[in-house]
Nanobody
């Protein structure tokens, strides 16, 4: 399965963007899904995740209250709505499928099917 993230771009501080993750096949009912980001010179970090049921979501403290993960099974897509963006949010954002136990949902090594990310740049 291949995943493709899209929707990135250049936005001013305080602005909003919505990222979309689409797979090559219909998978979102089978796996937990996660968003991660990697800023220049930094390690990849967890941003948000959703259980396969869609009922439970998890966020990094740095984005809680500003970002929302959601999915639309009819469109076979997972979204990351990002509001009140800050320059520190500048990074390449990627989505992936979670293959581990629940306690690893924030750990990038428990994910696979990483696709090409999308660049988000927030100007001050």
């Amino acid at each position: 399965v291949q995943l493709q993230a899209s929707g990135g771009g250049l936005v001013q501080s305080g602005g909003s963007l919505r990222l979309t993750c689409t797979p090559s096949g219909r998978i979102f009912g089978n796996y937990d899904m996660g968003w991660f980001r990697q800023a220049p010179g930094k390690e990849r970090e967890f941003v948000a995740a959703m259980r396969r049921s869609g009922y439970y979501t998890y966020y990094a403290d740095s984005v809680k209250g500003r970002f929302t993960i959601s999915k639309d099974n009819t469109k076979n897509a997972v979204y990351l709505q990002m509001n009140s963006l800050k320059p520190d949010d500048t990074a390449v954002y990627s989505c992936a499928t979670h293959r581990g136990i629940l306690s690893t949902i924030r750990v990038d090594t428990s994910y696979n099917s990483w696709g090409q990310g999308t660049l988000v740049t927030v100007s001050s």
